[in-house]
């Protein structure tokens, strides 16, 4: 190989000749997933408006995954179609609400904090549902807070996450463990809301 590697050369090919000496390339080795960039973003968003990040157990007991939400017994998440139960009182978190719960209990307010984390669900895979996904909640406690501030802070986090542009909307829901309740709609951040 070396010989026709010498002819190549001496026939005028050397720009095609390979120097066998040179080291090997290091292949690249790859990005942060999309998931946890975008889960590092929403969390620096927060940061800048002062919240602390809270982290707690996937496992978890009942009382803190229902119970001190106001949760009742026959409400259809305490279900085990609904829930992942490993051995009752101990299931896998369905929200990240009992991070919220651990921290009321560790510390008196003013709170100021975001919860995210995984969350599991037994739902049958499709393109809007999957038995683990991820999931962030906040949470403001002390004097003088307002519904208008949850809303404020859900705008500055839209507007900071998707561009300007970006507009949320507020429907009234019902949600029988907090009071008031809303659900929020957030404009299209690619169309620019034009269909």
């Given amino acids: 190989r070396i010989e026709e590697l010498a002819k190549s050369k001496s026939a005028g090919g050397a720009k095609s000749v390979i120097d066998l000496t040179l080291p090997g390339r290091a292949p690249e080795l790859g990005r942060r997933h999309p998931i946890y960039k975008t889960w590092e973003d929403m969390v620096e968003?927060?940061?800048?408006l002062v919240f602390d990040v809270a982290y707690g157990p996937e496992i978890e007991h009942e009382r803190n995954n229902f119970e001190a939400l106001n949760i009742p017994l026959d409400h259809p998440s305490r279900d085990?179609?609904?829930?992942f139960y490993l051995e009752r009182p101990w299931l896998l978190r369905s929200h990240t609400s009992p991070v919220q719960i651990r921290t009321m209990k560790q510390r008196k307010p003013p709170i100021r904090v975001i919860a995210p984390g995984k969350v599991f669900r037994p739902d049958k895979p499709d393109a809007g549902h999957s038995p683990m996904f991820h999931q962030i909640e906040g949470l403001i406690v002390g004097p003088g807070i307002t519904f208008a501030h949850l809303k404020g802070v859900i705008d500055l986090f839209a507007k900071s996450m998707w561009g300007d542009r970006t507009n949320i909307r507020f429907r009234p829901s019902f949600f029988p463990f907090t009071e008031p309740s809303a659900e929020v709609d957030v404009s299209c951040f690619i169309c620019g809301a034009k269909g």
């Fill in 45 to 48: 968003v927060f940061a800048r």
């Fill in 80 to 83: 085990a179609f609904d829930t």
